[in-house]
């Protein structure tokens, strides 16, 4: 099948029904009604590709901000990339990203985030794994943390501005946070028609030093509490975190929560019970190089220049030769120098969230360069193992 594909940012309502029906056959439904999902996401965000002369596919797009080296930076997620299975195969895939992109490059969005089924499709324009998603697991009878240094307070009325100063201050010291979409939000707090949701402040009401929401199933292996979110802003409010999870083993099985793929919460516990449930890693897209290079933080007592040769086969603007000049935790970008590093668009992205170092990269053929350069894209590029509490 060949097509001539149209794109569009404006969708009716005949081609949003049509697409309900293809992200249900996509989705299995997992999105809790596509209908309700559309309207929390809003219709304006959604994106429709055309061929033979109906809608064959979509997508969503988000919004909102990544804090990379406690910068926000503005990013655009995207969610719900659904083909209908009879145009699969076609290149309405590759097309509806294809022009995604290139609309976000035309708006000035620096970087781009998604979750892939597969990252086959991904990759061909520009996608590479960013960082990770990971769901921890443990017994309560094995957390076996007693003391309680803070009280907790139940939040009555669970509405996200209550959580919202305190996730921003943990979200701008954690490599690869979001600064959430309001849809996000929405999906954290408000139950469905099966679950309870839970919220607690730790610490007092109007001095909180981190918050805690979750939820309780019962399953045939046993209850299970889901931390749905949570901040922890200081050492007592880690203990009180652990201690208050603990006191549920009477009634509570097994506790699973968000957290790094290195997570320094279970150096509280006093053995290595802890363990990952379930991890993926989530892909990542500088949409335009220069924006994306001078928006984010960098090691504030770093001084450096790095001269990059960047390839990209989708945004013509993004290729060439680039110097990148950082100091006081800040980088400036001029074109040019002596492209002394080299890779494509897509490899930049695991450079750019620290997921890899420069040497893994190179290891594995990813990027080529001089020592010296690859010297000062390690220091330029250090930072913490980068992950999100968020699934979109």
Request: charged share 20%; with cysteine; net charge negative.
């Given at each position: 099948m060949t097509a001539?594909?149209?794109?569009?940012?404006?969708?009716?309502?005949q081609d949003i029904k049509q697409l309900e029906t293809?992200?249900?056959?996509?989705?299995?439904?997992?999105?809790?009604?596509?209908?309700?999902?559309?309207?929390?996401?809003?219709?304006?965000?959604?994106?429709?590709?055309?061929?033979w002369e109906q809608v064959v596919g979509g997508l969503a797009t988000l919004d909102m901000g990544q804090w990379w080296g406690g910068v926000r930076v503005p990013m655009t997620g995207?969610?719900?990339?659904?083909?209908?299975?009879?145009?699969?195969?076609?290149g309405a895939a590759i097309a509806l990203m294809q022009h995604m992109l290139k609309e976000l490059y035309a708006r000035g969005v620096a970087i781009s985030a998604l979750y892939p089924a597969v990252q086959t499709l991904y990759r061909k324009v520009g996608y590479e794994q960013g960082g990770s998603w990971c769901i921890w697991e443990i017994s309560t009878r094995n957390i076996q943390v007693r003391e309680q240094p803070l009280p907790l307070e139940p939040v009555v009325s669970i509405h996200h501005e209550v959580?919202?100063?305190?996730?921003?201050?943990?979200?701008?010291?954690t490599h690869g946070y979001l600064d959430r979409h309001p849809a996000i939000w929405q999906r954290i707090i408000q139950p469905d028609e099966k679950e309870t949701v839970y919220a607690y402040f730790?610490?007092?009401?109007?001095?909180?030093?981190?918050?805690?929401?979750?939820?309780?199933?019962?399953?045939?292996?046993?209850?299970?509490?889901?931390?749905?979110?949570?901040?922890?802003r200081t050492v007592d409010a880690a203990q009180t975190f652990w201690s208050f999870l603990a006191?549920?083993?009477?009634?509570?099985?097994?506790?699973?929560?968000?957290?790094?793929?290195?997570?320094?919460?279970?150096?509280?516990?006093?053995?290595?019970?802890?363990?990952?449930?379930?991890?993926?890693?989530?892909?990542?897209?500088?949409?335009?190089?220069?924006?994306?290079?001078?928006?984010r933080g960098y090691p504030s007592e770093i001084q450096a220049e790095l001269h990059l040769e960047i390839q990209d086969n989708l945004l013509p603007a993004n290729n060439?030769?680039?110097?990148?000049?950082?100091a006081n935790g800040r980088g400036e970008v001029t074109k040019g120098g002596k492209g002394e590093l080299q890779l494509n668009i897509r490899e930049l992205a695991p450079l750019y969230t620290s997921l890899f170092t420069p040497y893994h990269l190179q290891q594995v053929g990813k990027?080529?360069?001089?020592?010296?350069?690859?010297?000062?894209a390690t220091q330029i590029f250090a930072g913490a193992s980068p992950w999100m509490a968020d699934f979109f």
């Amino acid at each position: 099948m060949t097509a001539q594909f149209e794109y569009s940012t404006l969708a009716n309502p005949q081609d949003i029904k049509q697409l309900e029906t293809i992200l249900e056959q996509c989705f299995i439904s997992g999105l809790g009604g596509e209908e309700a999902y559309i309207n929390l996401i809003g219709v304006e965000n959604f994106r429709i590709i055309r061929g033979w002369e109906q809608v064959v596919g979509g997508l969503a797009t988000l919004d909102m901000g990544q804090w990379w080296g406690g910068v926000r930076v503005p990013m655009t997620g995207i969610a719900v990339v659904g083909i209908a299975p009879e145009y699969r195969g076609s290149g309405a895939a590759i097309a509806l990203m294809q022009h995604m992109l290139k609309e976000l490059y035309a708006r000035g969005v620096a970087i781009s985030a998604l979750y892939p089924a597969v990252q086959t499709l991904y990759r061909k324009v520009g996608y590479e794994q960013g960082g990770s998603w990971c769901i921890w697991e443990i017994s309560t009878r094995n957390i076996q943390v007693r003391e309680q240094p803070l009280p907790l307070e139940p939040v009555v009325s669970i509405h996200h501005e209550v959580f919202h100063e305190l996730y921003q201050q943990q979200a701008r010291l954690t490599h690869g946070y979001l600064d959430r979409h309001p849809a996000i939000w929405q999906r954290i707090i408000q139950p469905d028609e099966k679950e309870t949701v839970y919220a607690y402040f730790i610490g007092t009401k109007e001095q909180p030093q981190g918050y805690i929401i979750f939820t309780q199933e019962r399953t045939e292996d046993g209850e299970i509490l889901w931390v749905k979110d949570w901040v922890l802003r200081t050492v007592d409010a880690a203990q009180t975190f652990w201690s208050f999870l603990a006191n549920h083993r009477s009634q509570i099985h097994q506790v699973r929560w968000k957290s790094s793929a290195i997570d320094s919460l279970t150096l509280l516990l006093p053995e290595q019970t802890a363990k990952i449930w379930r991890e993926s890693r989530w892909l990542f897209r500088v949409i335009d190089v220069v924006k994306a290079l001078e928006a984010r933080g960098y090691p504030s007592e770093i001084q450096a220049e790095l001269h990059l040769e960047i390839q990209d086969n989708l945004l013509p603007a993004n290729n060439g030769k680039f110097i990148l000049s950082v100091a006081n935790g800040r980088g400036e970008v001029t074109k040019g120098g002596k492209g002394e590093l080299q890779l494509n668009i897509r490899e930049l992205a695991p450079l750019y969230t620290s997921l890899f170092t420069p040497y893994h990269l190179q290891q594995v053929g990813k990027l080529d360069g001089t020592e010296k350069a690859i010297l000062a894209a390690t220091q330029i590029f250090a930072g913490a193992s980068p992950w999100m509490a968020d699934f979109f």
